[in-house]
């Protein structure tokens, strides 16, 4: 499966923005899919992750009630909501996918997914 991150940008602190993901190339609910960023001189980290069913879902601890994964089964893409976007946001984003045999799973280790997105830049200004 290829995947498309798309949506990023800049936006002032207390800003929104939504990210998405495209898949092609697959069956889009095959795949749990999960969104991590990487800022400048930090490790990747898993920020949102969701079941192929899209009834299970992870956040980060730090971003919860601020984002939203959420999947659209029948279209195909992916999104992250984003919201009270805060300078500390400031990253690379970047979709992930794998397949996976039960639909309620959701993987937060990028070791999981062998597919990635290209990634979006989103910037947040104070």
């Known amino acids: 499966v290829q995947l498309q991150a798309f949506g990023g940008g800049l936006v002032q602190a207390g800003g929104s923005l939504r990210l998405s993901c495209a898949a092609s190339?697959?069956?889009?609910?095959?795949?749990?899919m999960g969104w991590f960023r990487q800022a400048p001189g930090k490790e990747r980290e898993c920020i949102a992750a969701?079941?192929?069913?899209?009834?299970?879902?992870y956040y980060a601890d730090s971003l919860k009630g601020r984002f939203a994964i959420s999947r659209d089964n029948a279209k195909g893409p992916l999104y992250l909501q984003m919201n009270s976007l805060k300078p500390e946001d400031t990253a690379d984003y970047y979709c992930?996918?794998?397949?996976?045999?039960?639909?309620?799973?959701?993987?937060?280790?990028?070791?999981?997914?062998?597919?990635w997105g290209q990634g979006t830049q989103v910037t947040v200004s104070s």
């Open positions: 969701i079941s192929r069913s899209g009834r299970s879902a």
């Open positions: 190339g697959g069956t889009f609910n095959n795949y749990a």
């Open positions: 992930a996918a794998r397949t996976s045999g039960l639909a309620s799973l959701y993987y937060i280790n990028g070791y999981d997914y062998p597919y």
